[in-house]
């Protein structure tokens, strides 16, 4: 799996998943395009912790041990390399990222049992 279209997958996730701030963050595009800044957007420091944020790898959702529609994280995002595994196996177009499962269930644009987790855009 090529690494660079992965991570550009889940910053577009990333990127859309700010709704539980009160202040509105300037698209990842351009946070990242200033060549002054260092920081390169990683799994285990943005996408886990937005996942712990969003409550998705809990115990009443897809952190359980069995997890949940067939979608399985470690609790609380203690296992990063099972996590990387579950979320990039199917549920990520590297073609259409907008289309990912990643981000059409917690959007609900597709049936999501958890309901809506955070609106496109926001």
Known sequence: MDCTKFF????VFVAMTNHA?????APVTQRFA???IQETPGFQKHVMTLMGRLGCNGRACHGSFQGRGGFRLSLFGYDFKSDHAE???GR???DKPAESL????PTDADAHEGGLRYSKGS
């Open 21 to 25: 701030s009160s202040q509105t963050l």
């Open 102 to 105: 990643i981000l059409a269930k």
């Open 92 to 94: 990520i177009d590297l």
């Open 34 to 36: 200033s060549s002054r």
């Open 87 to 89: 979320i990039s196996d």
């Open 8 to 11: 550009l997958s889940l910053t």
